[in-house]
């Protein structure tokens, strides 16, 4: 004779079972909440930057974004806020792309949308197939937008197929999490005595370069040209460096190390908008260095 479950134990196996559901369908429910409130802001956002609303831009920027882009466009000798919606770029349009997976890592987050976004360039360009990532970060006021990156899949076999097919479990790589940590804020640059322009050539090394402890640029086994915050002075520049060797694909054979830092500032001539004032010419290493550059040569 077959041995009946007393009935207490079924009654608490049916409550647990009854628990387990309202907290997985609470849980679903709070990640539908949270898409739409970020997918919400960052359409608010876009509508900003569109209609050059500053009060809106501000109240749906991150403080990292603001600071940031704040410094980029006063380190060019602009007028703050007034070139904020001078980019020829604009916001992508989202719509006909598919929402994927939304991400969720402590106070940051990121919606993935896979398709072809709208970047309002031009009719005659097309922007190919490939995913985009939009951050967000949550601070004392609530979630706002931080930036986007858009990853194109021309040259990714096996990631586009996936996305074709509709699985996009890659995305639970962590070279695709949310960083989990708010990114810090930088300081206020000053307005420039002279715009600068830093290249770092480091093939076969990580090089990050310091200019007077304000733009910092870091580079890995590439080639940088980049705005330099805060500008150049007038007299004496002081830049920190920093560059270490790192091992290639053990596949491949090694390619020849270059390591070379030089220096721009703005030129009159339209055929040469960039005068070069400073140049390491090959510089041997890996170590640690400072170098002195004079804006006023």
């Not at 608010?44 to 920027?61: A, G, I, P, V």
């Not at 096996?158 to 790589?173: N, Q, R, V, Y």
Request: net charge positive; hydrophobic share 35%.
């Amino acid at each position: 004779m077959r041995n009946k479950e007393p009935i207490y134990v079924q009654t608490w196996t049916i409550i647990m079972v009854f628990f387990i559901t309202i907290k997985v369908c609470s849980a679903e429910t709070s990640k539908d909440s949270l898409s739409k409130e970020l997918n919400s802001i960052f359409l608010n956002w876009s509508s900003s930057m569109n209609d050059q609303n500053l009060e809106k831009w501000r109240d749906t920027t991150a403080n990292f974004r603001k600071v940031g882009i704040r410094n980029m466009i006063v380190s060019q000798k602009k007028k703050w806020p007034e070139s904020l919606f001078e980019s020829p770029v604009s916001p992508p349009k989202i719509d006909s792309m598919k929402m994927v997976k939304l991400m969720l890592n402590g106070p940051t987050a990121q919606l993935v949308y896979f398709g072809q976004p709208d970047f309002g360039i031009s009719k005659e360009v097309e922007t190919p197939e490939g995913l985009l990532f939009l951050m967000f970060v949550k601070e004392n006021e609530g979630w706002k937008f931080g930036t986007s990156r858009f990853m194109n899949l021309n040259n990714t076999e096996e990631i586009t197929a996936s996305a074709k097919s509709g699985d996009f479990s890659f995305l639970d790589s962590p070279q695709f999490k949310p960083p989990g940590k708010l990114p810090k804020v930088a300081k206020l640059c000053p307005v420039p005595e002279m715009v600068g322009y830093l290249e770092i050539i480091s093939l076969g090394y990580e090089t990050t370069v310091s200019v007077e402890e304000r733009s910092t640029h870091r580079v890995i086994n590439n080639v940088h040209k980049g705005l330099i915050l805060g500008g150049l002075k007038k007299g004496i520049n002081q830049l920190f460096i920093e560059a270490r060797s790192i091992k290639g694909d053990p596949r491949k054979k090694p390619g020849k190390p270059h390591l070379e830092i030089n220096v721009y500032t703005e030129s009159k001539q339209d055929k040469k908008p960039l005068k070069k004032i400073y140049g390491t010419g090959l510089k041997k290493g890996p170590g640690k260095f400072k170098i002195i550059v004079r804006g006023d040569v």
